[in-house]
């Protein structure tokens, strides 16, 4: 039951955001392209509403395919320095 309880909750918060995204995309929609342009939003995507979330291009002119050409190792020799102070 509480499964169940809990896929409900989940379905119901995703429908409330996706209300929200597309009530915010039609508000967006009503502002000239310069303005949207301005803050980096694509009016086609806008249209798409929630499913095109978060309305931006992807400019892939400077993207190339590169290929694996050699096997990383990944082996660690060396202990690691008790010394050292982990940013993680």
């Known amino acids: 039951m509480k499964t169940l309880l809990n896929k ?3 379905l119901y918060n995703q429908a409330r955001i996706n209300i929200n995204l597309n009530m915010t995309a ?3 929609l009503k502002h000239p ?10 009016r ?3 249209i798409k509403g929630a499913k095109a979330y978060p309305w931006k291009e992807m400019n892939t002119a400077g993207i190339t395919s590169v290929g694996l050409t050699s096997k990383v190792k990944t082996k660690i020799t060396t202990p690691a320095n008790a010394n050292v102070v982990s940013a993680a």
Do not use: E, P, R, W
């Open 8 to 10: 409900v909750s989940k």
């Open 26 to 28: 039609n508000a967006l």
């Open 33 to 42: 392209d310069s303005s949207l342009k301005d803050i980096g939003v694509s």
């Open 44 to 46: 086609h995507l806008l």
